[in-house]
């Protein structure tokens, strides 16, 4: 994305082409380009740690959190230097379990355990693998814990003659304005399975864009995706009529209310509970009067402890369908064994 008001020559001596890395050369050669000139630059990374996730190169079993199943994300302790790997460690970003890396495939006790993605530790470690020299600065949820932190690493920063700005979502509530941006990827979020994502990713480009003054590069795996097509064009308009349709066609918020049930138990105890709720809703909706709305049961994305199983149901009703008394009333006789949510901001 390129501004008017960005230099023609600065332009021409920051592109270059190359497949895609880590760093591009096109990214690298931006960086450079701004340290000679003693600017500043913000790199976003979408992920923190060093990977999001790790799998086993021989049977591609996940890596997983021992005490909830979620996936791990591979970290490295800043405090600790290691060649041998043992300053690197699994945290689960779900429940906030913490073990060492060291270690085999849970499933065939392999050794070869590959990471996945980019995370914001590993742009910063190949960022200093070639300027060495540059003045790194990194803002994400690991680095800083509070508001004051956060406010007093950016204003760091930007006192600062020159230096390099790595920050995740979080940080754009705290960028000022600067010369140069980057994306390191936003191929991880893409991924993510929630109908609102396009959206976000706008969203997240549209900040970074506003608080750039002269260039942005982003560097993307999926360049013919809809919302970068849209994004690169400046039509703003058919992004929205494309999204609003796709959410039209399936049923998704504005154009349908939600109400999303959850039950954690054992597998089988959990099964039964929706079992017997599923049973009902379909008996109200045989009686004479009642409005229609439609159900669909479903595993949760992020898994339980083990030994436990999480469960939803979504309920999907029409504006035009309510109010529903006879559906609401049945749900308000509910144990609190079943939790309840309203239009949540997920429905994984």
């Known amino acids: 994305a390129l501004k008017d008001t960005a230099d023609a020559d600065d332009i021409s001596k920051i592109k270059a082409q190359a497949k895609f890395n880590i760093l591009s050369e096109e990214l690298l050669s931006m960086i450079d380009y701004a340290q000679k000139k003693n600017e500043k630059i913000f790199i976003f990374c979408s992920r ?4 999001p996730q790790t799998v086993c190169g021989d049977c591609g079993e996940t890596v997983k959190c021992e005490l909830c199943d979620a996936p791990v994300v591979l ?4 405090k600790v230097r290691s060649e041998d790997g043992l300053d690197r460690y699994f945290l689960c970003h779900h429940c906030g379990t913490q073990r060492n890396a060291m270690e085999k495939c ?3 006790q392999s050794w070869n355990l590959t990471t996945l993605g980019i995370g914001i530790d590993t742009v910063g470690q190949e960022i200093k693998k070639h300027f060495p020299k540059g003045n790194i600065f990194t803002l ?13 690493l950016v204003d760091k920063f930007e ?3 020159s230096g390099i700005l790595l920050g995740t979502e979080s940080s754009l509530s705290y960028l000022s304005n600067i010369k140069y941006s980057a994306i390191a990827s936003l191929d991880s979020l893409f991924s993510i399975p929630d109908f609102r994502i396009n959206e976000r990713i706008m969203h997240i480009l549209l900040r970074i864009l506003d608080k750039t003054d002269s260039y942005m590069l982003i560097q993307t795996r999926s360049e013919n995706s809809e919302v970068l097509n849209h994004f690169n064009s400046g039509n703003l308009s058919q992004f929205y009529k494309d999204e ?5 066609d399936v049923m998704y918020p504005p154009f349908a209310h939600h109400i999303k049930i ?4 054992t597998k089988s105890a959990a099964t039964d509970m929706m079992k017997k709720l599923q049973d009902r809703l379909d008996t109200l909706k045989k009686e004479k009067g009642v409005k229609d709305f439609s159900t669909l049961v479903f595993p949760a994305f992020v898994p339980a402890g083990k030994g436990r199983s999480i469960l939803h149901m979504l309920i999907s009703i029409k504006p035009s369908d309510l109010p529903n008394e006879r559906l609401f009333g049945l749900l308000k006789s509910l144990p609190t064994t079943y939790q309840l949510r309203v239009n949540p901001e997920s429905l994984l």
Do not use: Y
Request: proline share 0%.
């Open 106 to 108: 849970k499933k065939c």
């Open 48 to 51: 923190r740690g060093l990977s």
């Open 159 to 161: 006192k600062a003659d």
């Open 244 to 248: 609003i349709s796709m959410r039209q």
């Open 140 to 152: 994400d949820k690991d680095t800083v814990s509070t508001d004051v932190q956060a406010r007093a």
């Open 75 to 78: 970290h490295q302790n800043k």
């Open 262 to 265: 959850t039950v954690e138990e």
